[in-house]
């Protein structure tokens, strides 16, 4: 019997005891298992037999009652990665892992997104693994300096290169006085001398390129090859021949030495000039959270005491009233409760005109107060921000994969191994067949087909374009989950739009009051005023301009998508659609004309009932935003057809579509109905994006092939987004999908760069008509070009 192993699960949707129960029951049933679940704790204590069960096993049964496995989720930074062959070495041996649910790693920014299932592993666990790889990792610490941290890396790098360069200098010269062609340059006869050559070699070769054997080494070690293989095989060769060679001249002063040290070290050199421009480029694409971080106020000023104080940020707690002089930075998340002024929101939003903030109104950190000033009681504060979250959801984007860079990792993880493998074929042909015995010429060609050959152009091609594009679209208020989602936008063809809060503003308002009895209007407010619906805010708000007092509820029910009842003084108030009406046996056909009159004008017409009554109709207008038409006519010059769906009945639903220019509705939908839109949309063909902003609006976001959140609506949907647009500036759509194309075409063409470069390059190399040097600069800056292409994506106009 082999021996058991225990592991803790963090269980999610239990609600009773009898759930814990429920779960113990089914997993003692499993063979070799022994399992406690504790309801308090939300925990699984469990004992198990691996050789009849695995961790996988347990949690399918768990899954299959209904229940989940909760994950955590950590960022690591990584140290030792040269190429997309360590990306992809590390990724494959985290994901191996036990209890690793997926592990994300991006060269680009030398991190990995790990998640996993604490209790089966840990984050020791993980950065133990990395180290068995050959890595350093360290859990990512948001309040380092992490600027600071690169400006040093890239300082040491500059020191190397100085180093290496001043070493390499004299060895390029005699390499470009020993050209085929004559062009005149005097040569020092100290230059000539195989011994100081290798004076200058050594220190370039072992010290300065000591970092790729040691990357070798630990590739070789754990059965794989990277970049740095191919770096330490060809210039070992190069120097060791040298040597070589220099040696042979010891008693034989006749003898004239091939030498090749100024290849080794002009080699290096030219790879660590690559590195170095590649680092300064990478840099560039996070410089939206740079900004995004230097939006943050410093400090702010907190009243405590009756007293006005200056406190760091950190420092600010929630519940604290701060005071918002003009000209200052509005510090956290929060409310308005004194005073009134204009909040220019553009570096949240995009939106270039001030947002006008008064009593009541909801106010974002990190936006400017222009010219009032503004008491406001501290909501959000720290990670809970807008900021900070736009910032978490850049930087998960930034450090995620999209589909298209699978093919990617797989050529990549095969690609040392079919290099080497090519430079061997070329020496032996060379040195039989093509050159036969010129040991010289073959190592050569050889050294030149190790050294050409780039896996980091390819491991580079897709997250340097995933990092720009989403910190272009945060710097424009487009907020994408991932590089799957990037992808994915491009793809879209039909756009399904919610009516209230999408097209609308959401804020609609009372336009016209129908009594047929005295006093519905008081019943009507005092039921509305339980409702969390938007046209239930209107009639609420329009009441109290009458000064209409609310009376008490003795009872109050929600009826979706049609209305709602209510008990007040004993009477009983419905308040809905006709359809409500009707199936409550209300007579309202008297009133058939005037009802269609206000729907034509785009007015949503609610009806009140008292005691089984028709006692009035209450019209609300919400007003179509200022970008929607533009948007939709943009999106259909984009060849994109657009829907709009809402619960409003088919003739105001029309009026407000033909304001736009929709033309295709679905009207007098439930919420729960929207998804099925989405689904027979689906079916059609369509690759579809839903745009809403409600909790409604969440099924359908989940179910659309990508759901867009407007930034301004309820923290549920913008959660079950794949992208949020801040603001809600539906212009932002558009901007979307034409961004998600242009990155997809950058991608594109940094792919087909690296493919092209190395199936053009190596066969080059291995045909003899290159010169090593000159392979390692094609190598060296083939990555900088790949890396300099992406940031083309930050001048690209959307």
Known sequence: MSEQKHVTLRVTGMTCAACANRIEKVLNKMDGVEANVNLAMEKATIKYDPSKQT??????????LGYGVATEKVT?????????????????????????????????????????????????????????LGYKGQIRNE?????????????????????????????LYTMLAHMPFDIGLPMPHLLMNPWFQLLLATPVQFYIGGPFYVGAYRALRNKSANMDVLIALGTSAAYFYSLYEAFRTLGNPEYMPRLYFETSAVLITLVLVGKYFEDLAKGRTTEAISKLLSLQAKEATVIRNGEERKVPLEEVVIGDTILVKPGEKIPVDGTVIAGASSVDESMITGESIPVDKKEGDYVIGATMNTNGVLTIRAEKVGKDTALANIIKIVEEAQGSKAPIQR?????????????????????????????PGDLAKALEVAIAVLVIACPCALGLATPTSIMVGTGKGAEQGILFKGGEYLEGTHKINAVLLDKTGTVTKGKPEVTDVLQFQENMLDYAVSAESASEHPLAHAIVEYGKK???SIKPLEHFSAITG???????DGKSILIGTRKLMKERSVEISVHEDKMVELEKQGKTV?????????????????????????????LKQMGIEVYMVTGDNKRTAEAIANQVHIDHVYAEVLPEDKAKIVEELQKQ??????VGDGINDAPALAKADIGMAIGTGADVAIETADVTLVGGDLMHIPQAIELSRQTMRNIRQNLFWALFYNSVGIPVAAAGLLQPWIAGAAMAFSSVSVVTNALRLKRVKI
Request: charged share 25%; glycine share 6%.
């Open 546 to 548: 009458q000064a209409i």
């Open 407 to 435: 093919m990617a990792d797989t050529i990549s993880g095969i690609f040392v191994p079919i290099v080497v493998g090519i430079a061997v074929v070329a020496f032996i042909i060379w040195y039989f067949f093509v050159a």
């Open 55 to 64: 961790i996988a096993d347990i949690e399918t049964k768990i899954e299959n």
């Open 685 to 690: 063909g369509k690759r579809v994006a839903m």
């Open 76 to 132: 690591l930074d990584i140290e030792g990665m040269t190429c997309a062959a360590c990306a992809t070495r590390i990724e494959k041996g985290l994901n191996r892992m036990e209890g690793v649910t997926s592990a994300a790693v991006n060269l680009a920014t030398n991190s990995a997104v790990v998640e996993y299932k604490e209790g089966v592993t840990s984050v020791e666990d993980i950065l133990e693994k990395i180290k068995k």
């Open 606 to 634: 609610m009806l009140v009932a008292i005691d089984g009554q028709l006692a009035g109709i209450i019209a609300v207008a919400d007003t179509v935003k200022e970008s929607s038409k533009e948007a939709i006519q943009t």
């Open 143 to 171: 309040e380092q300096d992490d600027a600071g941290r690169k400006e040093e890396r890239l300082k040491q790098k500059q020191r190397q290169l100085a180093i290496s360069i001043i070493l390499s200098l004299p060895l």
């Open 562 to 568: 049609h209305g709602i009842e209510a008990v007040i």
